[in-house]
Structure formats: C-alpha cells, structure tokens
C-alpha cells in the first residue's frame, strides 16, 4: 500500500497489510496515550482552560478558550506551556443552538467537526460527529442516563446537599459509530471547584478519529454545562 493509497480515517487493518510508517502530525500526541484521558475543567479563571490527562497522568492537551470572540474559538496546545500548537476549534457561526464546531491541526488541515442534533438535544444531549468531506455523521453521541444530569443540576444549586451531589449523579455520554458500535464514553466524575470528566476509549480507531471525538466531548462537556 503507497502512502497515497492509505487514508487515516479508514478503520484498522489486519496485520496482512503492511501500512508505511505513520506521518500523521497527531501521531506523536495519542499513538501511545494510555487510556482512559481525563479532562479538567478549571473555571474559575479569567479564560477557560482545561488540562487534559492520560491514564498515567502525562499532560496529553491543554485548551484555552479565547475571549471577546464574536465566534467562539479555542486554542489547542501540546501542554500547558503553551509553546507548541496542536490546533484550533472554530464555530461556524455566532454562538446559536445549531452552531457546528470544526476541528483543524496545527497546519490547519481538517479534524472534523461537531454539532447538536437539533431539538432532540433540549431534554436528552444527541451530537453528531463528523470526519471531513463527510456529510453523514460517522458518530451519534448521546447521553446514556439523562436523568442523572438533571438531577444532577437541580439538587447542585442546594447548599450542603448539592456537594453530595457530586458522588450520587455521573452523566455520561455514549458515541456510537454509524454500525452502532460504541467507540467512546465521557462520565463526569465528582469533582471541587473544577469540572471533571473520564473519557474511555471502547474500541480501537486511528489516531485522526481518535482527535476528532476527544475534540467533540471537550465542546459537548462545555456546552452541557452552559445548559446547567
């Protein structure tokens, strides 16, 4: 197979196949992360900015959300130095319900891109995920156990019990591919001061749908918590 011929967003071959090394520009960033990434959300900032984790806790990500933007735009790094671009999350328009988020790299080459599905979203959170060029959704995300957010926001409001809150209510989201496996899941974990979140990976992908869906939960764990 010629490095033309190989197409990153193509699911894993058999060991039969023998691809040419790998010159993905994300390659170095998730090709050995240990799963499950956690993110956290740190609030109480003059910007956002979320500190994204592996299973060992190595800093895979951080992401910084720019302010006094007309269209919502975040900055991804390497690290918390902020000395290395990774890329960049765009809306396509001004904050709105249907608002689609694109995904690029650092070279500005397309990730993908995210996008509530419609009305089905006010009660129970429906994204679809999208690879580039595609104009069907190669990924569904819903929420697994919607009660629990609710729950989760009316009884948080209340002084001492909503810290127990904290350790009775977990949302958590499922991405299913088009075949309906599930690839991915996002749980909240509880979590002071902050917004915590675990993110599993449940079957094998290439590193550029890998990004795409990570990329994806970030904006749906932030705009969820917008919604409350």
């Known amino acids: 197979m010629t490095p033309e011929e190989y197409n990153p967003y193509a699911p894993p071959q058999a060991d039969l196949i023998q691809r040419p090394p790998s ?4 390659e170095p960033i998730l090709g050995n992360v240990a799963w499950p990434l956690t993110f956290h959300f740190k609030f109480l900032t003059f910007a956002p900015k979320v500190y994204v984790r592996d299973a060992n806790g190595q800093e895979v990500m951080f992401v910084r959300q720019r302010l006094f933007k007309f269209r919502e735009h975040v900055e991804l790094f390497t690290d918390s130095s902020r000395q290395t671009k990774l890329g960049d999350i765009r809306a396509d328009r001004i904050i709105d319900w249907s608002a689609r988020y694109s995904f690029t790299d650092s070279a500005g080459e397309a990730i993908g891109s995210v996008g509530r599905k419609g009305w089905r979203s006010i009660w129970r959170a429906h994204y679809e995920v999208f690879n580039p060029g595609d104009q069907i959704a190669d990924f569904q995300v819903r929420e697994e156990n919607p009660m629990a957010k609710v729950l989760d926001a009316i009884f ?13 209510f977990h949302p958590r989201y499922i991405a299913n591919a088009a075949e309906n496996a599930p690839a991915m ?44």
Not at 23 to 26: K, W
Not at 156 to 168: D, K
Request: cysteine-free; hydrophobic content about 50%.
């Open 185 to 228: 899941r996002l749980t909240k974990l509880p979590a002071f001061l902050e917004g915590r979140f675990r993110l599993d990976l449940l079957t094998p992908l290439p590193v550029r749908q890998q990004m795409n869906l990570i990329l994806s939960y970030f904006m749906l764990a932030l705009l969820e918590r917008r919604r409350g």
């Open 23 to 26: 010159t993905d520009r994300l």
């Open 156 to 168: 948080g409001q209340i002084p001492f019990i909503g810290m127990a809150t904290l350790w009775l």
